[in-house]
């Protein structure tokens, strides 16, 4: 089975709490077991900010959330999961001794993860009866939004089980990568851990502060690895070239006495004020958990602008988020959505997030079109025009866009979108859409549009196939009946009579 059913989380902290979320949300349920008497929580706060998260990060309509179920013992929380998550702290003996407890008390067939940054997994799994199936699965923080995690075998690890937990990942929005051989700290650690070492030493020498590290980070090279990494970044660094070129350029400076990588930094008292000072003057004023849902704000934004790459295929982490939608869109199967000759469609349900609004509380204006476009694409595929199809190289284009501001829609505030289709032809469909207030059913907005057919491999306009047709004449149909709506056929500023 290439799915998780039934998952369990043994700690529960920043790490294992993610994981509870990124389940959860995948509807997936979660038992949990962390003794910590704070621990429903941080839990709790944990959820609320992956939720925010979501909420921002996709339309797609995700299934409904996990139940989380929190559990009196290690056993009742590991007994039926076919994933289990451990996430205690990062002790050889304490992770050993969970470990092996959820070995003994797990079904046969579970895979059993370990969330630990560094220890050996053939350490992990040394007291184990099932071996086999313990892995390192290291995710990032935090686990709800960033998809990687690390898959690392021990010497008496299956590489079938290994595939099986790449595979179980992808349904979730995450990227399993398999690491071929174990080493301590594995490979992202490694990276990170180069570059805090170097950066221990800037502060220490007095090269700059910690803002100013951070600002060399996030803008610049920082900015482009969020996309290409290292070694694709390298290669576009050695001009027309490629790689060759780049490593006989600078291939000959990784000699230069430039780095203290090999010198371990003396975290005395000083050095720990120093850094703590410095970090408290930059970040000091707001709160850990403000600073989580900015972290999050941030990221939501990079995969968006990421997803947009490669002409709309998604690069990165957006073509992960892109293929993740893609599955949601498809386990949700087609909505019912109620043609009838007394009423518009039906389209879209949501709600205003917080970070669809501004400084007033309000939404902002870009997010009126963005509902009207999702109301678009709710049309689209009703009539066949799903991500296979525009995959095949067809799609509608909107052409032409008039908004109306009604009303306001204010934070937390529940919306219905309703289209109605007021004409079409071979190449074309005009429609009216408007936002309700789901309260009231009042109208906030509406937005008159065309969008054109087109072939967009050769780009041009084409006509719709004979399908599609098909089932866009019956919506005509039964709205043809239906009152001409006020504001259609407007212009800006048009007085009204």
């Known amino acids: 089975m290439t799915t998780i059913t039934k998952a369990a989380c043994v700690g529960g902290g920043v790490i ?3 994981w509870v979320a990124r389940f959860a949300l995948a509807g997936i349920d979660v038992n949990i077991f962390d003794p910590h008497p704070e621990a429903e929580r941080i839990i709790g706060e944990v959820m609320a900010n992956a939720e925010r998260a979501y909420g921002m990060l996709t339309m797609a309509p995700l299934p409904p959330k996990g139940k989380i179920t929190f559990c009196k013992s290690l056993e009742e929380a590991v007994e ?6 451990e996430s205690v702290p990062e002790r050889l003996e304490l992770k050993r001794g969970v470990l092996t407890k959820i070995d003994a008390a797990a079904k046969p067939d579970a895979l059993i993860g370990s969330s630990t940054s560094g220890l050996m997994p053939t350490d992990l799994q040394r007291d184990m009866k099932h071996p086999e199936r313990l892995f390192v699965a290291h995710p990032y923080n935090p686990v709800y939004l960033l998809p990687l995690a690390e898959l690392v075998g021990g010497q008496k690890t299956s590489r079938a089980v290994l595939e099986d937990a790449k ?8 990227k399993g990568v398999i690491i071929n051989k174990e080493i301590e700290a594995f490979v992202g650690d490694r990276l990170l851990e180069a570059v805090w070492r170097e950066g221990l030493w800037l502060i220490k020498d007095d090269i700059c502060d910690t803002e100013t590290l951070d600002d ?10 969020a996309q290409m990494g290292m070694f694709e970044t390298y290669r576009i660094a050695g001009g027309e070239a490629g790689m060759r070129h780049f490593l006989a350029q600078f291939g000959p400076c990784l000699s230069w006495p430039w780095t203290k990588l090999t010198d371990v930094v003396d975290l005395d008292d000083a050095l720990v004020e120093k850094i ?3 970090s408290d003057a930059q970040s000091g004023a707001r709160g850990i958990r403000e600073l989580e849902r900015i972290r999050d704000q941030n990221l939501v934004g990079i995969m968006h602008a990421l997803k947009a790459g490669d002409e709309g295929r998604g690069w990165g982490s957006g073509k992960l988020l892109a293929e993740f939608e893609a599955h949601l869109w498809a386990k949700a199967g087609k909505a019912k959505v109620e043609v009838s000759a ?22 902002t204006e870009h997010r009126y079109l963005q509902l009207f476009g999702d109301t678009t694409d709710a049309l689209l595929r009703l009539v066949g025009v799903d991500f296979a199809y525009v995959e095949a190289g067809h799609s509608y284009y909107t052409v ?20 109605q289709l007021l004409s079409f032809d071979n190449k074309r469909m005009h429609y009216f859409t408007r936002i309700h207030d789901a309260a009231t059913g009042d109208v906030i907005a509406t937005a008159e549009q065309m969008v054109l057919h087109v072939d967009s491999k050769a780009g041009r306009s084409v006509d719709a196939p004979a399908e599609v047709l098909a089932k866009i004449a019956p919506i005509a149909e039964a709205h043809a ?17």
């Open 342 to 363: 007394s009423e518009p469609l039906r389209l879209v349900d949501t709600k205003v997030n917080a970070a669809w609004v501004d400084y007033n509380g309000h939404m």
């Open 216 to 225: 060399v980070i996030r803008y610049s090279f920082g900015m482009r690895w």
């Open 167 to 174: 595979a179980k990942l992808a349904p979730i929005g995450m």
């Open 400 to 419: 032409e866009t008039h908004i109306r501001h009604l009303g306001e829609a204010k934070l937390g505030q529940a919306l219905y979108t309703t289209l």
């Open 481 to 497: 009946g239906l009152p001409k709506p006020d504001g259609a056929g407007r212009s800006v500023g048009q007085r009204k009579n």
């Open 80 to 85: 039926d999961a076919d994933w289990i998550q």
């Open 16 to 18: 294992g709490g993610a």
């Open 276 to 278: 703590a000072g410095q």
